[in-house]
């Protein structure tokens, strides 16, 4: 069956360094993958989009990789600082449906 | 433009009674998709409303069932409610549908405790 697996529950990252974030998965070819944002108590919040043919996607500190021959995206938050402290959500759809698989999640606490 | 906004905030249900949560999309949207979100998880999609029908389904047994308005608002309906059906039920609009990865905008959630 189709499994998403993100690196960590839990990753600590100092202030101002960067923080890279995994997602792997299994017996899934997705025509797209998407990272979310989820505080506390809250709904994710869509951050960034990469479709299959793309390699890398850039908004503002954030970039994310698409591997889809390792089956693998990375995230990374550069000059990270405590208010990015939060849980990561990876998602991945195909072209023909919605059916968007989520990950677990990794919460990332930046530390001041 | 309120986004997407869900109703209630909070329900707390006995075990084999029903439950109905509401949803209205972000101004502009037209389908809308439901998760359920255990603690500690990450959002299982239910099912994905659009033009009135449901158009796409997760593995959910027929207990959870849906139904979208002309305004696009959604609702979600849970019949004989289970101790594990608590959770954050949360609901997603987007734009248009047939897949594609459309950006989905997330409400705050209801968070359902079945006692």
């Known amino acids: 069956s189709q499994k998403i697996e993100q690196n960590s529950e839990a990753l600590n990252i100092q202030e101002g360094k960067t923080a890279t974030l995994t997602c792997n998965y299994t017996?899934?070819?997705?025509?797209?993958l998407q990272w979310y944002r989820q505080d506390p108590g809250r709904g994710p919040v869509f951050l960034l989009l990469i479709r299959e043919n793309e390699k890398e996607k850039r908004k503002e500190r954030l970039k994310v990789t698409f591997d889809t021959t390792l089956k693998q995206s990375l995230f990374h938050i550069t000059a990270s600082q405590p208010a990015d402290s939060a849980t990561y959500l990876c998602a991945l759809g195909g072209n023909r449906d919605d059916k968007i698989i989520f990950g677990k999640g990794t919460r990332l606490h930046i530390l001041p | 433009d309120a986004g997407v906004t869900q109703s209630p905030t909070h329900l707390i249900k006995t075990r084999g009674q029903q439950v109905t949560l509401r949803c209205s999309p972000k101004?502009?949207?037209?389908?809308v998709s439901w998760y359920q979100q255990a603690l500690g998880q990450g959002p299982q999609f239910i099912f994905q409303y659009y033009e009135e029908e449901e158009r796409q389904r997760g593995n959910f047994p027929d207990r959870f069932s849906g139904h979208q308005f002309p305004n696009y608002s959604s609702e979600l309906n849970v019949n004989a409610l289970l101790l594990g059906d608590s959770a954050l039920y949360l609901c997603a609009s987007s734009r248009g549908w047939r897949g594609g990865g459309n950006e989905q905008y997330f409400g705050p959630g209801t968070r359902l405790t079945v006692t």
């Open positions: 017996n899934y070819s997705p025509a797209y």
């Open positions: 101004s502009g949207h037209d389908t």
